[in-house]
């Protein structure tokens, strides 16, 4: 039984799609449907979502490196989705506007929640000759592995690398050192996700479909030096 079929199984007066593969003809089948929907970071054409600012999240991680002296930064990005492109176009347009050079070895691709990868992304980014003073990792769990691969090679966390995760989950803030991360408002965005679906269930002909983004805030932690001379 598709995600359709389960919806209507179910009496399912809407659904909220989030963490799914968003070009699976099974989702795309139930955004076509007549069951109101509203998707999490994933904008669909005449449907209303509920977006997080991965451009301003990932700007302000490369501003405040910027700040803290940094200007060969690197780049480990998750599977290639709509969040990992913006994340890539505003990493790159971010870096161009502060004149930061960014090799095409400093980016490198792994996948969210994966801290193996990470791991294996960083240990490359070792190994260059001219390698990054810093190194922005997917997410905070994956970070994880990346910590990991440092240890293994000596390298300490901030003083002979800066690194920054993405999320701002608790686990971030209970690491020692505290890591540099950019926390996402998840309990906004799933408060404006169910109030929206509800509108769309009780007024279907005056919901308007919309796009609404939702703002982060930059957790400046501990893991990113000060090398400004």
Not at 116 to 122: F, I, M
Not at 137 to 143: E, L, N, Q, R
Request: charged share 20%; hydrophobic share 35%; net charge negative.
């Amino acid at each position: 039984m598709d995600y359709y079929g389960h919806a209507k199984y179910r009496n399912c007066d809407g659904v909220v799609i989030a963490s799914v593969d968003f070009s699976d003809p099974a989702v795309l089948k139930l955004i076509a449907s007549e069951i109101p929907t509203v998707s999490l970071d994933f904008v669909y054409d005449n449907r209303t979502s509920v977006l997080s600012d991965n451009i301003g999240g990932i700007s302000a991680l490369v501003h405040y490196c910027y700040e803290m002296g940094h200007r060969r930064i690197a780049f480990i990005h998750g599977e290639d989705t709509s969040v990992t492109q913006k994340r890539l176009i505003s990493f790159h347009k971010t870096c161009a506007s502060l004149g930061i050079r960014v090799p095409e070895e400093y980016i490198k691709p792994a996948l969210y929640h994966d801290p193996k990868l990470s791991g294996l992304a960083t240990r490359e980014l070792l190994s260059l000759s001219g390698r990054p003073t810093c190194i922005l990792y997917p997410d905070d769990f994956s970070f994880i592995g990346g910590m990991n691969e440092l240890e293994r090679q000596g390298i300490s966390i901030p003083d002979d690398m800066s690194v920054a995760g993405y999320d701002g989950i608790l686990l971030s803030q209970v690491l020692r050192p505290r890591l540099t991360t950019y926390r996402q408002d998840a309990e906004t965005m799933g408060c404006e996700a169910a109030a929206k679906l509800v509108e769309l269930i009780e007024q279907p002909k005056t919901a308007l479909p919309q796009q609404i983004m939702v703002s982060g805030q930059l957790l400046k932690g501990d893991t990113i030096k000060n090398i400004n001379d």
